[in-house]
T-cell receptor, first 108, second 115 residues
Framework: GEDVEQSLFLSVREGDSSVINCTYTDSSSTYLYWYKQEPGAGLQLLTY?????DMKQDQRLTVLLNKKDKHLSLRIADTQTGDSAIYFC????????FGSGTRLSIRP | DAGVTQSPTHLIKTRGQQVTLRCSPKSGHDTVSWYQQALGQGPQFIFQYYEEEERQRGNFPDRFSGHQFPNYSSELNVNALLLGDSALYLC??????????????FGSGTRLTVV
């Protein structure tokens, strides 16, 4: 079946690293995405990783993919208050299937 | 370069009414998908249009229908509105290359409230 799972909440201290985890189900997914949604806004594509890659780094963002375990993670280095948002993991077996989102909150 | 444009931004309807939401895709994008995002949930796939035809459909009733026009813009229609249809409706566009889809761009959504 189609199911992308994420933990619902994550709280980190400003300046620390945030790690958001996700598990997905469809091994045929070509791309795996991380989207960011700020309050009252649509979804912003943060980064993606192609299914034949293990890691992708993009400035403060690092994506790790473990295809064997169908596990995806997003690491945000030096987390800032502007990173407060809901982060969605998504897989693409043709259409995008989203997880329920992880709400990241930053404490001073 | 405008991204994905959705209208209206907010809408209030009464149970049983019908609603039409509109989406203009990003320039150069020919595939349009619609998503429903209930409060506190992730977006749920409604359907996808390509070449003016519905290509894929999620688990939504026939009350949800759509259309894509020759200029790639799209409409989402919902008939016989229920309170449970209250949600943020998101449109996403993408280019289609070699039958695969890369890089969806989302609009800011239409917030529909059914009373």
């Amino acid at each position: 079946g189609e199911d992308v799972e994420q933990s619902l909440f994550l709280s980190v201290r400003e300046g620390d690293s945030s790690v958001i985890n996700c598990t997905y189900t469809d091994s045929s997914s070509t791309y795996l995405y991380w989207y960011k949604q700020e309050p009252g806004a649509g979804l912003q594509l943060l980064t993606y990783i192609f299914s034949n890659m293990d890691m992708k780094q993009d400035q403060r963002l690092t994506v790790l993919l473990n295809k064997k375990d169908k596990h995806l993670s997003l690491r945000i280095a030096d987390t800032q208050t502007g990173d407060s948002a809901i982060y969605f993991c998504a897989e693409t077996p043709g259409k995008i299937i989203f997880g329920s989102g992880t709400r990241l909150s930053i404490r001073p | 370069d405008a991204g994905v444009t959705q209208s209206p931004t907010h809408l209030i309807k009464t149970r049983g009414q019908q609603v039409t939401l509109r989406c203009s895709p990003k320039s150069g994008h020919d595939t349009v998908s619609w998503y429903q995002q209930a409060l506190g949930q992730g977006p749920q796939f409604i359907f996808q249009y390509y070449e003016e035809e519905e290509r894929q459909r999620g688990n939504f009733p026939d009350r949800f229908s759509g259309h894509q026009f020759p200029n790639y813009s799209s409409e989402l229609n919902v008939n016989a509105l229920l309170l449970g249809d209250s949600a943020l409706y998101l449109c996403a566009s993408s280019p289609e290359w070699d039958g695969k889809i890369y890089g969806y761009t989302f609009g800011s959504g239409t917030r529909l409230t059914v009373v």
